[in-house]
C-alpha cells in the first residue's frame, strides 16, 4: 500500500522537467483554471499547444503527476524573442521555488535555441509572476522594460480577474521584456 508523502519529504523531492505530451493537457486545463491571474482558454486549446508547442513550453512532474507548468514559443515576427504565455502550479505542491525554477529551465532552453529576449505580458496585480520575471532579469545581469502591450478596452467581454477592471471587464496588459541575453555559464551570464 502506497501513502502520499507528507509536504516535509514531498519538498525534498526534485521535480522531473520535460516537454508536455498531450495526455497533459487536461491537468494543464485545470491548473489554469485554478489559478486567478490566469485567463482560462478552452482544454481545446490546451490540447492542441501541448501538440504544437510542446518545444517551446515545460511541465514539472513529481511521480508522474504534472504539478506545474508553462507555456511559450518563440514570436513568429521577432524569432529572437521568447513570449511565456502561461505559468501555473498546483496549489499546495510543496515544492519551494517551483514557480522561479520552472521559469528558470525554461528561460535557459529558449536561450540555447537562440532567445536574446525573453517577454510575458502580466496584470499589474500579479505580484508573484513579476517577483519571477525580475529575478530572471538579475539571474541574467539583463534589464527589464515595461510598456502596455494592450489596453484593458481591447478586451470587451473578458472576466473578473479580482482585479481593477472590475466585473466584466480585464485587465490591461503590461509587456515585460527581459533582455538583451547570452547564455549563461555555471557562474551567470556569458561575458
Known sequence: MTTASPPAERARV????????????PALWRMAEQT????TNSPYH??????????????ATVDDEVVAFLTGYFRPDAPDTYLVWQEAAKPRHGIPMLGVQLFERAADRAVEKG?????ATVSATNKSIIMVLKKCAKRYKAEVATSVLFPA????DGGDHGDPAGPGGHHEEVL???????PRTPDGPAG
Open 153 to 156: 478596452d481591447l478586451f470587451p
Open 115 to 119: 532567445a536574446r529576449y525573453i517577454e
Open 46 to 59: 490546451y490540447a492542441l499547444w501541448c501538440r504544437d508547442f510542446a518545444e517551446t513550453s515545460l511541465v
Open 36 to 39: 486567478d491571474e490566469l485567463d
Open 176 to 182: 515585460y521584456r527581459i533582455g538583451p541575453l547570452t
Open 14 to 25: 526534485r521535480p522531473r522537467y520535460r516537454t508536455p505530451r498531450i495526455e497533459d493537457a
